[in-house]
């Protein structure tokens, strides 16, 4: 269950840590399943300190003792020493028996690593952990939004559909702020959402699913908790009820962007046949956070296959992931959606499926003085002083002529003034005839 506290003038979402289990049996594993992963995980070590195996399992040793005791009666493990400590301090091998079985558990599964928790349990705690839930009003959400400038209407706009927790469609002309606006959203929900916990791996009808992934996912350190660096701390965390679940990983929600490399497979479970376990999609990767598909209706896949894939988890917020058997399990679609696109919806998509995606948010380009506002903005930022005739120029020579302002101009032409400033080896300054010389080599007139 979660709540709210204030936390530097935000209100930040506290969710609550699964515990960790005192038994096997709590932690939703078989003793059949454990042996093999205790015997692979030996294997690649050699030889291991049980206090060693029991944080590399992420399990606490009393779950691992009745194992490791059942694996050396049946002569697949054994003792090569210890010290005083205990049954945590021994030395744990594989006998030749012990490796053969190893093996022949490898080829079964190459999975070693963390163990995995119950597909029950990973549903559960998505749950807990929703984008529903985070507390949003406008003060706090314009915290996040205080590096951009946007019209009063469209900033009301986005709190609502955060709120709601259903998919975002932002569209307008190239080069407005989309993709900004989408990642000052993520911005919010790391900010106001509070950590999350996610599973390395779970288990679902004898099958592993890692959902874990370092090249997406942040992790956030928890201040209050104890990191357990040293050896006695370690065995204290190992040995002490009541503590985390070390299964589960505390990160930041997350915020995952995609762009036109999206296609259908990457919706879908990735198999690796050789090792035999699977990889969570990317989108099953951003739940309880932000998926945003970025210039959408130019994926390799067409805009009505990838909304035909999701159409029913759009609307029932859960989806369906197939194993290599042809079976298939139910899993949370908790996360907010975001489709950002140049092209108008209504060339992309028809009703029926516009319907399904919730909000609807259209950026336009901006109006002169939000232009300024964003102009001088960037300027400050880059050192430069204040020129009202440069924008002058950018309005005589391009836009009242046919050309729409984009805001990203600002940025660009102002950042090739002062890449010329640097090659003349000038002072970084803005004039007329600098904006000039920039946007005649930024702005193409064909």
Same mark, same amino acid.
């Given at each position: 269950?979660?709540?709210?506290?204030?936390?530097?003038?935000?209100? !930040?979402?506290?969710? $609550?840590?699964?515990?960790?289990?005192? !038994?096997?049996? /709590?932690?939703?594993?078989?003793?059949?399943?454990?042996?093999?992963?205790?015997?692979? !995980?030996? %294997?690649?070590?050699?030889?291991?300190?049980?206090?060693?195996?029991?944080?590399?399992?992420?399990?606490?040793?009393?779950?691992?003792?009745?194992?490791? &005791?059942?694996?050396?009666?049946?002569?697949?493990?054994?003792?090569?020493?210890?010290?005083?400590?205990? /049954?945590?301090?021994?030395?744990?091998? +594989?006998?030749?028996?012990?490796?053969?079985? @190893?093996?022949?558990?490898?080829?079964?599964?190459?999975?070693?690593?963390?163990?995995?928790?119950?597909?029950?349990?990973?549903? $559960?705690?998505? %749950?807990?952990?929703?984008? !529903?839930?985070?507390?949003? /009003?406008?003060?706090?959400?314009?915290?996040?939004?205080?590096?951009?400038?946007?019209?009063?209407?469209?900033?009301?706009?986005?709190?609502?559909?955060?709120?709601?927790?259903?998919?975002?469609?932002? %569209?307008?002309?190239?080069?407005?702020?989309?993709?900004?606006?989408?990642?000052?959203?993520?911005?919010?929900?790391?900010?106001?959402?509070?950590?999350?916990?996610?599973?390395?791996?779970?288990?679902?009808? @004898?099958?592993?699913?890692?959902?874990?992934?370092?090249?997406?996912?942040?992790?956030?350190?928890?201040?209050?908790?104890?990191?357990?660096?040293?050896?006695?701390?370690?065995?204290?965390?190992?040995?002490?009820?009541?503590?985390?679940?070390?299964?589960?990983?505390?990160?930041?929600?997350?915020?995952?962007?995609?762009?036109?490399?999206?296609?259908?497979?990457? +919706?879908?479970?990735?198999?690796?046949?050789?090792?035999?376990? %699977?990889?969570?999609?990317?989108?099953? &990767?951003?739940?309880?956070?932000?998926?945003?598909?970025?210039?959408?209706?130019?994926?390799?896949?067409?805009?009505?296959?990838?909304?035909?894939?999701?159409?029913?988890?759009?609307?029932?917020?859960?989806?369906?992931?197939?194993?290599?058997?042809?079976?298939?399990?139910?899993?949370?679609?908790?996360?907010?959606?975001?489709?950002?696109?140049? +092209?108008?919806?209504?060339?992309?998509?028809?009703?029926?499926?516009?319907?399904?995606?919730?909000?609807?948010?259209?950026?336009?380009?901006?109006?002169?003085?939000?232009? $300024? &506002?964003?102009?001088?903005?960037?300027?400050?930022?880059?050192?430069?002083?204040?020129?009202? $005739?440069?924008?002058?120029?950018?309005?005589?020579?391009?836009?009242?002529?046919?050309?729409?302002?984009?805001?990203?101009?600002?940025?660009?032409?102002?950042?090739?003034?002062?890449?010329?400033?640097?090659?003349?080896?000038?002072?970084?300054?803005?004039?007329?005839?600098?904006? @000039? /010389?920039? @946007?005649?080599?930024?702005?193409?007139?064909?």
């Amino acid at each position: 269950m979660s709540n709210n506290r204030a936390y530097g003038g935000d209100y !930040t979402a506290t969710i $609550e840590p699964p515990l960790a289990p005192e !038994t096997l049996r /709590e932690a939703g594993l078989s003793p059949a399943f454990m042996n093999d992963l205790i015997l692979k !995980t030996i %294997y690649n070590y050699g030889s291991i300190v049980g206090r060693d195996l029991a944080q590399f399992l992420c399990l606490q040793f009393k779950v691992i003792r009745d194992c490791l &005791k059942f694996l050396k009666d049946e002569k697949c493990v054994e003792i090569t020493g210890g010290d005083l400590v205990g /049954e945590v301090s021994y030395h744990f091998a +594989l006998t030749d028996l012990g490796r053969h079985r @190893a093996q022949e558990a490898m080829r079964q599964c190459a999975y070693v690593g963390p163990a995995p928790v119950p597909l029950e349990d990973y549903v $559960e705690q998505t %749950y807990r952990q929703s984008v !529903t839930g985070i507390h949003c /009003e406008p003060e706090i959400l314009r915290a996040s939004f205080g590096h951009l400038v946007i019209r009063e209407e469209l900033f009301n706009a986005i709190g609502p559909a955060i709120i709601s927790g259903r998919s975002v469609f932002i %569209y307008g002309p190239p080069g407005n702020g989309k993709t900004a606006i989408a990642r000052s959203i993520g911005d919010f929900m790391n900010r106001a959402g509070g950590s999350i916990y996610i599973p390395y791996a779970f288990l679902a009808d @004898a099958s592993i699913v890692t959902v874990y992934d370092q090249s997406l996912h942040v992790i956030d350190d928890d201040p209050l908790q104890d990191r357990g660096d040293d050896a006695d701390s370690t065995v204290r965390q190992l040995l002490t009820t009541g503590t985390t679940d070390a299964r589960w990983v505390r990160i930041r929600r997350p915020v995952i962007v995609t762009g036109g490399e999206l296609n259908l497979e990457m +919706l879908d479970l990735r198999y690796n046949a050789e090792a035999n376990f %699977y990889q969570a999609p990317i989108h099953f &990767k951003a739940n309880g956070g932000v998926f945003l598909i970025d210039d959408f209706g130019r994926q390799l896949v067409s805009p009505k296959e990838l909304l035909n894939r999701w159409i029913l988890p759009l609307e029932d917020r859960h989806d369906f992931l197939t194993v290599a058997s042809g079976k298939k399990f139910q899993v949370p679609f908790e996360q907010l959606i975001i489709f950002s696109t140049n +092209l108008d919806p209504k060339d992309l998509v028809d009703d029926a499926f516009l319907r399904r995606i919730r909000h609807k948010v259209q950026i336009h380009a901006p109006t002169r003085d939000v232009y $300024e &506002k964003i102009f001088n903005a960037m300027a400050r930022k880059l050192g430069m002083n204040p020129c009202p $005739e440069a924008i002058d120029y950018l309005y005589e020579r391009y836009y009242n002529a046919g050309r729409s302002p984009r805001a990203s101009d600002c940025r660009d032409l102002l950042e090739i003034v002062q890449s010329i400033c640097r090659y003349r080896r000038q002072p970084v300054h803005l004039t007329r005839d600098l904006i @000039a /010389e920039s @946007a005649s080599t930024f702005i193409a007139e064909f």
